[in-house]
């Protein structure tokens, strides 16, 4: 199973339109994760894909769009979390103490706007950068739950 993980489009229209070029051009993923930041542009990957979407500190109130989601694909649980919640600028302490508490594999956040992962008290957690400047990931999960994150980069325009 592969799961296309975004953050922090910030309105950037070109890079959606890359993206769902990328999407054509790689397969459709069994779903999207949006970490914040940009919910209202989530309408241009409608239809891709289930989408999976978390508020961010820069998205106005959504009504049914939560701030927070644990989510269950294949035998992996996995939060979501924009991050500015879980000070993620300042250390990755908090999303992994509390990804870990909700049972969760692996916590999915935004926020800062740097593309890395890093395991930390047991869970794997996943920034997949600010599509704004053209970065995205997938997470393919295994049969057993296995996670295996990879980061990726839009042509440059």
């Not at 994760?33 to 919910?39: E, I, P, R, W």
Request: with cysteine.
């Amino acid at each position: 199973m592969r799961l296309l993980l975004v953050s922090d489009s910030h309105g950037s229209a070109r890079n959606l339109e890359l993206l769902l070029k990328r999407i054509e051009e790689m397969g459709k993923p069994d779903a999207i994760l949006f970490a914040g930041d940009g919910v209202a542009d989530m309408e241009w990957l409608a239809g891709v894909a289930p989408i999976h979407m978390v508020t961010g500190n820069r998205d106005p109130y959504t009504p049914g769009v939560p701030a927070e989601q644990l989510l269950t694909f294949g035998k992996a649980d996995v939060y979501l979390t924009h991050g500015d919640r879980h000070r993620a600028k300042i250390a990755l302490s908090m999303l992994a103490q509390d990804a870990g508490s909700r049972g969760a594999a692996a916590c999915v956040y935004g926020h800062t706007h740097v593309q890395r992962a890093d395991t930390m008290a047991g869970v794997l957690l996943v920034n997949p950068g600010a599509l704004r400047s053209g970065a995205y990931a997938t997470l393919d999960v295994g049969p057993s739950g296995e996670l295996t994150p990879s980061f990726h980069r839009l042509e440059e325009g």
